[in-house]
Structure formats: C-alpha cells, structure tokens
C-alpha cells in the first residue's frame, strides 16, 4: 500500500458504528413518536397543565383574594 492508501484497508475499521448509533437514535425517535411523547409539563401540545378546584381555591386563599371564612365555605362545597 502507499502512502495515500492506509485509509483504504483498515484505517476506518471502526466506521461502521456511526450508520449504527444513527439507525439506534432514529428507531427511538420514531418509537417516542408512535407512543405520542408528553411534556414534562403540560400536554403532548404543549399547553399548560389544567389546575383542579382545590388549586385554584388554595391559591386564591393564599394570596389573600378571599377570607378563612369564604375558603372553608368554598372547600366544603367542593368536598360536596
């Protein structure tokens, strides 16, 4: 072999894992596709994940928007 020519033989012998990992990253992408991947937060679409009653009824308390009063009134309604 010449000078130019060592790549020909067995220089790139180790070339066939890039086709490989390629094929490998491929597969699970179309796999992560078919099973319809969720956002960590919200939906698959993107929106924001919906808040139950009790949430948002806790939150309003903790901001102050109504009182103790209001807030056990409107738990009580809600555990029905």
Aim: proline share 5%; hydrophobic share 50%; aromatic share 14%.
């Amino acid at each position: 072999m010449g000078q130019g020519t060592w790549w020909m033989g067995h220089g790139f012998g180790w070339m066939w894992i890039f086709p490989l990992i390629f094929l490998l990253v491929l597969v699970l992408f179309v796999v992560a596709l078919l099973r319809g991947v969720r956002a960590p937060y919200g939906d698959a679409h993107g929106a924001p994940p919906r808040e139950t009653a009790h949430e948002i009824l806790d939150r309003r308390f903790a901001r102050g928007e109504i009182s103790k009063a209001e807030y056990e009134e409107m738990k009580r309604t809600l555990d029905g």
